[in-house]
């Protein structure tokens, strides 16, 4: 029995470091005039600071949900901070009034279409998730 669960553990551990060794991009509309976004302006939009980007047009960050590897591995290699620390800052931001969340979808390939339907829509995928209909304007490798 616990080689059975020793076995499973290391199955998990796997499969969170094949995503976690993934690039992930952040990607627009290719109608959205944006063609790069920085490292600071991404933590902006999805940190809920400045929604506005540089074309003047106010974002629409996608997330992916709290359990997605992807989610896990985007906003610890963007900000430096574990889930629970980001889910803080969110509760705090909220409760006070001075933030919204970004938009929830229940999966990359729901946060691609909605990128490809909004000209506002900003998403981050795997880049194995990212097609032709989507513009990458920031790439978050794990170098």
Not at 21 to 28: F, G, K, L
Not at 50 to 70: F, H, K, M, Y
Not at 104 to 119: C, G, I, P, W, Y
Request: aromatic share 8%.
């Amino acid at each position: 029995m616990i080689r059975l669960y020793l076995i499973l553990l290391f199955l998990c551990f796997l499969s969170e470091t094949a995503v976690s060794a993934e690039d992930i991009v952040v990607v627009v509309n290719p109608k959205n005039t944006v063609s790069s976004l920085t490292r600071d302006e991404v933590i902006d939009i999805f940190m809920g600071r400045n929604r506005q980007l540089s074309s003047g047009i106010v974002a629409l960050p996608l997330d992916l949900p709290g359990t997605s590897a992807e989610r896990e591995a985007f906003y610890l290699r963007l900000t430096g901070k574990s889930m629970s620390e980001i889910n803080a800052y969110w509760a705090r931001l909220v409760f006070t009034g001075r933030a919204s969340t970004p938009t929830l979808v229940n999966s990359q390939e729901e946060a691609l279409h909605k990128v490809t339907e909004n000209r506002n829509a900003v998403a981050y995928l795997k880049r194995s998730k990212a097609s032709p209909q989507a513009k990458v304007v920031f790439e978050l490798n794990d170098k």
